[in-house]
């Protein structure tokens, strides 16, 4: 039995080597082994010798000392060959030189076996691209990497990189580092950088983390930027600003990168939601596009142009700015927002632009369906000027305005207002005047009623107080009387007034005729007396259903993006929703050069009138 035992075991035995061997066999291809290691050969020297006590007994030579090893030369002023090991160590003058690169330094190691060559003290390595020096060079011929250490320099005709450590592969003419570097370039540029690849074929480089560039005119940081030097456009991937250079608060902000940047040209385009500020001024929108040296911008998706300095901002799906003009436009569910000490001023519109003058006067103008909200005055028409240095505010258009209880409606309506007391100080209606009024608000057939050719309105306390009606001046008002301590109302009468002039006193919803002048007729009848298909004026046209009760009534579908940063009652409030906007608005834009409308002239309060004037002040 043990002797069968051991027959198996040595046919066992004999089976896997016999299979090993086969599958030794079959992994081995022929012409497979490695080339044969070439020797280093010694072409020259002054002096050649061996002395056994020195360098191991390893031959020494000085003297204009040559050596060569597979296409490659050796020079120095001495060098110990180490001819078993193919290996030397060669010192002073040390000149390394093939058909693509030369290597000079202070001394160097040389292994025949890898074809790595170690350079140390005064490194200057050189090809066709550029030029590298270090205090330390590993080159491998075999990979064509040279890792270079100790303050690193590469030069190329273009700029000049610092680093304390950098990867060169020749065959690919990519270097890297990841220990800092700067970059200077031939035009001023400085550049700082923690992380740094180099495409020395591309011309392209990309940095990343904590990087700063320093231009003649702009400074550039960013998270991850690759930039091209051979067309001197940048792409940004990571979080990047770009600075104005001569003026610190003309800058660019790209919180997510996503952008490229022309440094030729000046133009930047953003695809990622950013920001431009300018003398400011805040243009942001979810792409974009700015011309630093023409100054014109667009922006479109959510877009907001914002001016913190006059407590401004307009927002809108698409707009466009214009530095050289100090103007700006947004369109496409437009709407503006103007802050008081105790109260905001809001505008919608097609399309609101804002505008500074030479004379720094701003005018905000919003075109095309208008609207406007304000605590104390509410209206619209199809444009609105508003001039924000005087306070005055002009309505084109059948226009429409109400305050408090009262309508007031005209060919054109000018309403002033006191800037710096932040209040409405008076209006103005040129042609076909018209001031309404409920006398309840439960009941709708009646209504005081005022109008004329012109009107003049005059506020105390932000309420209508007194209006003055000139030229065909006509009036009806409810006349009713009320007791003292029960505060109950007994109907009088209606009064009828013709006159040339007429001055009524506005309360709430109460109107009083105070003077009827020049060919006045004025007539109380008792309520029974007057029939009621006379109790409206000519025109009579009562809109209480288009009163805005509330700011966010200016828009008859608001927009998902609305935002509200002005406080209202000591509460701040924020809707911040996005949207996505698949077209431009052009056709807005084609609007706006076709049928631009030019702002009137201011009007005296103190002047009269003329229908000729009025007609001037409307065109």
Known sequence: MAEEINKRLKFL?????LFSGIMTFGQTRPGSQNPPVKKIKHLHSDVMRVDPEKFE????AYGKVGFEHDGTRLYSDSAVYYQKENFFRAWSNVRMINDTVSMTSDSLEYDGNTKIAKAFDRVHMKDSKSELFADYVEYNRVT????????????DPSQRIETPYMVYDRKTGIARTDQG??????DGTVTHTQIL????????????RNTTIETPDYRINSDKMIMNQATDVTDFIGRTTITDRKNPRNYILMPEGGGTFNKRTGEAFLKKRSTVYRDGKELHGDEMYFNDKTGYGWAKGDVLIDDPEEKRFIRGEYGEAFRELDSAYVTGNAYAVKAFSTDSLYFHADTIMAVQRKDSTRVLKAYFNARYFKSNAQGKSDSIFYNETNGL?????????????QQITGDTIYAYNNPVKEMMDSVRVFNNSFAISKVDSLNDKEFNQVKGKFMTGYFLNNKLNLVEVHENAQAINFVDDEDEKTQTKERIGIN???CGIIEAEINGN????????????????PESKLPETSRYLKDFKWRGDEMMLRWQDIFDDPPEYLEVRIKEDSTETAETERIDLEEILNSNNSQIDSQEIEEPDAVNLSDPVSDEQAKENEE
Not at 144 to 155: H, L, Q, R
Not at 197 to 208: E, Q
Not at 399 to 404: E, R, Y
Request: negative net charge; aromatic residues 12%.
């Open 13 to 17: 035995s004999v089976f896997i080597i």
């Open 57 to 60: 007994g390893n031959h020494f």
């Open 181 to 186: 570097a700067i970059i200077r370039g031939s």
């Open 144 to 155: 064509d990497v040279a890792i270079a250490s100790g303050n690193v320099v590469m030069v």
């Open 393 to 405: 505010m002009k309505f084109f258009r059948d226009p429409i305005m109400w305050s408090g209880e």
């Open 510 to 525: 109460q109107v009083d005729v105070l003077a009827c002048r020049i060919q006045a007729t004025s007539k109380l009848y």
């Open 197 to 208: 690849v180099y495409n020395s074929n591309t011309k392209t480089i990309d940095f990343d």
């Open 496 to 498: 009828t007034s013709d």
